[in-house]
């Protein structure tokens, strides 16, 4: 068999499985380990690529053959399995399709020629500038499969302008955008992830844009930046992803407020959602604004996917670090949310105390803080209002949902305060309606817990606003 047999019949089979043909880095992947080559050798090949990232890609790919042949497939018999499937298929014939379970095989030629015409057009469709560098690696990514497919349906669509991938801290936004961008074919002639941490204003991400893209070396203008900025957005179809965007709101206010030395992002974001142009923004944040609401209306250039935690697919990141009593695993997840962080931090804490045993730390009853999640915790503290420390103590005395009313029956605080205090926890994915009682706010348990912590700790009802 040849290679391109072989990544013609794996991009068949993935595309029955995925509706997504196989892109760029899992055709390479494939293309190696049919080579022979080790993970880091792929690896190499790409440059950005780490050796546990191709690790992941073919693990992901074997567990979609797995499904389709009905056979475990693993690297070592990645080959074999592929082989005894094209000769059972009578491999000399051209494979193009693979509908409800049949294998179709196309013995007249002109079909041979268009499925080489595709794979032209495939190619042409060929990202041409990738820059990722500023993105986090992925090592092990499970779950999250509607929320992949729901970026897909938005990214497809050319109307998008602007995506907004948001959730409290930890809870995967990083980790799913960039597994995204790995999987997916993306067809976009530029790929940029800026990390908002690393610049001190707007312009300086805009110019770094520009001369990154810059192909015809024209001088940069810093009087009109956004136009340029403009102009390129409208000539290629870039995707520029910013990470960690609740850098740009205040601290100690409600959430969603620019910096003053940030106020030029509002402008820049109403501009790139009301300005036609074809390239698309994915914002990363912890906290919600009003640019990132959307209308929910399929026309509309802008999106919003809120992140909650994950499902049982997080038994694969207890699976990875081998972990004892399976049994206990969905318990665990539960208790923590499915948040994929507070999991690495208690499977580092049953690792070093419970020697991996997760029954053991179940039987202590009751959800244990480590200090990573203090720290965490610390951190979200940091940026909230007195207003919103205020009505968290409250609703954390609470071992029920809470309302509104109750809220101000217990604060002295007025309507309006109040009012506005909710909104800004929940647009920074604090608190939660209750799902039987829109009426009803809830507090995550594990975060509850931390605010009765540290009220038990200071023994002060006023847990220490200067956290
Ligand atoms: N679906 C997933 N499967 C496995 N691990 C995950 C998944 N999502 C996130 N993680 C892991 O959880 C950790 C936190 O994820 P990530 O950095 O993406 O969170 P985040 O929402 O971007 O947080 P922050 O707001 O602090 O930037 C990372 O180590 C990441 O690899
Ligand atoms: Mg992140």
């Known amino acids: 068999m040849t290679v391109t047999e072989v990544l013609q019949l794996v991009d068949q089979l993935v595309f029955k499985h995925r509706a997504n043909h196989l892109n760029d880095l899992q055709s390479k992947v494939i293309k190696g380990i049919w080579e022979g ?22 693990r992901d790919l074997y567990k979609i053959l797995s499904k389709e042949l009905g056979e475990d497939v693993t690297k070592s018999n990645f080959g074999w399995s592929i082989e005894r499937l094209a000769t059972s298929l009578n491999s000399s014939q051209q494979i193009v399709g693979i509908i409800n379970n049949h294998i179709n095989l196309c013995l007249n030629t002109s079909n041979g020629q268009k499925q080489a015409s595709n794979d032209e057009e495939k190619t042409k469709q060929k990202t041409s500038y990738i820059n990722l560098k500023q993105s986090p690696k992925i090592s092990n990514f499970c779950g999250r499969s509607k929320e992949l497919s729901t970026l897909s ?9 602007l995506i907004s991938v948001l959730g409290i801290s930890g809870i995967g936004k990083s980790a799913l955008v960039r597994y995204f961008i790995d999987i997916h074919t993306i067809s976009f002639d530029a790929v940029i992830w800026k990390n908002i941490k690393l610049y001190k204003s707007l312009n300086s991400i805009i110019t770094e844009i520009l001369s990154e893209l810059n192909t015809n ?4 203008n810093t009087n009109s930046l956004l136009n340029q900025c403009l102009q390129l957005f409208n000539q290629k179809r870039c995707l520029i992803i910013l990470d960690n965007f609740e850098e740009i709101f205040t601290n100690k206010q409600f959430a969603g407020q620019y910096k003053p030395e940030y106020q030029d992002y509002k402008n820049f974001l109403q501009i790139i959602t009301e300005i036609e142009h074809q390239s698309c923004f994915i914002l990363l944040s912890q906290e919600k604004c009003q640019e990132m609401i959307s209308l929910d209306n399929e026309l509309y250039p802008s999106h919003c996917l809120e992140l909650s935690g994950l ?11 081998d972990l004892k009593d399976e049994e206990s695993w969905l318990q665990l997840i539960n208790l923590y949310e499915g948040h994929p962080t507070y999991l690495q931090y208690i499977i580092i804490l049953i690792k070093d105390v419970f020697h991996g045993e997760v029954a053991e730390f179940i039987k202590e009853n009751s959800l244990i803080l480590t200090e990573d999640l203090k720290s965490l915790f610390d951190s979200i503290w940091i940026r909230l209002s007195d207003v919103e420390k205020d009505i968290l103590l409250e609703i954390s005395q609470h071992n029920h949902s809470i309302s509104r009313d109750e809220i101000r029956q217990f604060l002295s605080l007025s309507s309006m305060d109040i009012i506005n205090g909710l909104q800004s926890l929940s647009r920074r994915f604090l608190i939660t309606k209750s799902e039987g009682n829109e009426k009803l706010f809830n507090l ?16 002060n009802p006023e ?4 956290l």
């Open 463 to 466: 847990l220490n606003k200067n």
């Open 311 to 321: 499902d049982e697919s997080a038994t694969q990141i207890l699976q990875s670090q």
């Open 444 to 459: 995550s348990a594990v975060f509850k817990e931390y605010l009765r912590f540290y009220q038990s700790v200071t023994n």
């Open 37 to 58: 080559q080790t993970y880091s050798e792929i690896a190499d090949g790409f440059g950005y690529e780490s050796e546990n990232h191709v690790g992941n890609v073919s």
């Open 153 to 161: 349906q938005w990214i497809d669509n050319p109307n998008t302008r």
């Open 217 to 220: 070396n024209q001088n940069i």
